[in-house]
């Protein structure tokens, strides 16, 4: 016989805790009315899945003429860039005409890279000489509301080191083109970019001395979290069904597989201590492809588990000059923004841009693919992607390069490109997010109110 499971059970080991992903038999433990906030999408059945929503960032702006869609409405044609998105063409609308007037000068001279990440999440213009300040994001308000409620109110990833002293763009702070998320406007949240570090955060038990010395014995011996947690799981899974047996499987098979990459990918310092297993190695890749798809499914394994709800990915800092040589571009990807009409480097900046929408498609494969109550991940979420510079070259900040994915549980109907009254501000955008999130203020920065047409039978959320 199956017997109800609490939501927040956790399978406890030697410095592990892990959490479970959605079961049936979770949906008894809570009846059929488990949670009624409105940051929880209700089921035909009545079982209320959480909310989920993740801001992904890219730097540099694009080669507009060639990501931008044309025609509108359901019968629009994916332009050359988005081409690798064909398959979810169902799952995001592209969001035409939003603006951040706040990454402009204003008077400040230039800078557009620095306000670009400042303002992107925050819609507010930075402060450029003194003390840096600039606005509290949308995701630290989202995660406000929400972040009670799981064991990470918000995660911050990148896979760009960032720096919160000295000068980085024409007299603008660094913390502002290594940062969009603000707790307060003059404290960003600095965001992990190792992704066994993350991995280990969101598994381990890091808050006393004993789980401490745990975690760094179970990475010397190699051994998997699997392994420190088999007695609860072996036990855990007599009490389930069939089908909760059958999940839970592909869970622990997904865990591993993580695991085993970055394993795969994990690097030893050169410095003596550190040979002597003396320090944590580290996990970033070398390889930028595979940094990438392990934050993508690190984000997706931490919704699947209901650790967050809220998540940051700058799959860059602002202003980066990446080279790509695995798809034959090795010149800096700053460098080939400031193209001035040449032909080559225009050629460049569209690859850069085709391997970012093709990285972002296999990330939407995942959440696609991964269960979440009755439906998937892509289902129960809202994914934001894109930058604050809309040309690289001419870094205007209007038009911006701006997709919505998800299905955000009911609340959007997607499949569509929308594009909005010329310098919409994009702060209207994140007044809608507030509203679909269950709460929030009815104004955000610039903002005129919420923004329109995201579903079909109402005017917003």
């Known amino acids: 016989m199956t017997r109800p499971i609490h939501r927040r059970t956790f399978l406890r080991g030697l410095g592990v805790s892990m959490a479970l992903p959605w079961l049936e038999s979770m949906t008894h433990a809570f009846g059929q009315n488990p949670l009624s906030s409105q940051a929880f999408a209700a089921s035909s059945s009545g079982v209320a899945t959480p909310k989920k929503i993740a801001f992904v960032f890219f730097p540099n702006g694009v080669n507009y003429d060639r990501w931008t869609p044309t025609g509108e409405g359901y019968g629009y044609e994916l332009s050359p860039t988005l081409a690798p998105l064909a398959r979810h063409r169902k799952n995001f609308s592209v969001l035409s005409g939003l603006a951040h007037?706040?990454?402009?000068?204003?008077?400040?001279?230039?800078?557009?890279?620095?306000?670009?990440?400042?303002?992107?999440?925050?819609?507010?213009?930075?402060?450029?000489?003194?003390?840096?300040?600039?606005?509290?994001?949308?995701?630290?308000?989202?995660?406000?509301?929400?972040?009670?409620?799981?064991?990470?109110?918000?995660?911050?990833?990148?896979?760009?080191?960032?720096?919160?002293?000295g000068r980085c763009d024409s007299g603008y702070s660094c913390a502002y083109s290594s940062n969009i998320s603000w707790r307060t406007p003059r404290t960003p949240m600095t965001k992990e970019i190792d992704p066994r570090l993350v991995f280990e955060r969101l598994f381990g038990l890091d808050s006393t001395p004993r789980s401490k010395v745990a975690r760094e014995r179970r990475l010397r011996s190699r051994r998997s979290i699997l392994d420190f947690v088999k007695s609860e799981a072996d036990a855990l899974t007599k009490q389930v069904s069939r089908d909760d047996r059958r999940k839970i499987d592909e869970y622990f098979e997904g865990v591993r597989s993580i695991e085993r990459r970055l394993e795969l990918t994990q690097s030893v310092s050169e410095d003596p201590e550190a040979a002597a297993g003396m320090k944590a190695p580290t996990g970033v890749p070398k390889d930028y492809r595979d940094h990438l798809r392990l934050m993508f499914d690190l984000i997706a394994l931490s919704f699947r588990l209901d650790l967050t709800r809220v998540t940051t990915f700058m799959m860059a800092n602002e202003g980066s000059n990446r080279r790509f040589p695995f798809i034959d571009v090795r010149e800096g990807h700053h460098h080939l923004s400031h193209h001035r009409g040449d032909t080559s480097m225009i050629e460049k900046i569209r690859r850069i841009d085709h391997f970012y929408s093709e990285e972002f498609a296999r990330f939407l494969d995942t959440l696609a693919q991964t269960e979440d109550g009755e439906g998937s991940l892509l289902d129960s979420s809202l994914i934001v992607y894109g930058g604050a510079i809309s040309d690289g070259n001419r870094h205007n900040h209007h038009d911006l390069p701006l997709i919505l994915a998800g299905n955000g549980g009911g609340a959007v109907t997607p499949g569509r490109h929308i594009r909005y009254r010329q310098h919409t501000p994009m702060n209207n955008l994140f007044v809608s997010l507030q509203q679909w999130m269950g709460g929030g203020d009815a104004s955000f920065g610039d903002s005129t109110g919420a923004l329109t047409q995201l579903r079909l039978d109402r005017t917003w959320f």
Do not use: Y
Request: hydrophobic share 35%; proline share 5%; net charge negative.
């Open 101 to 165: 007037r706040n990454a402009k000068a204003l008077g400040d001279g230039p800078g557009d890279h620095a306000r670009s990440s400042a303002c992107f999440l925050t819609g507010a213009h930075p402060v450029k000489q003194g003390d840096i300040e600039v606005g509290v994001s949308i995701d630290q308000l989202l995660a406000r509301q929400v972040g009670q409620e799981t064991r990470f109110p918000s995660l911050e990833l990148g896979c760009d080191a960032g720096l919160q002293a």
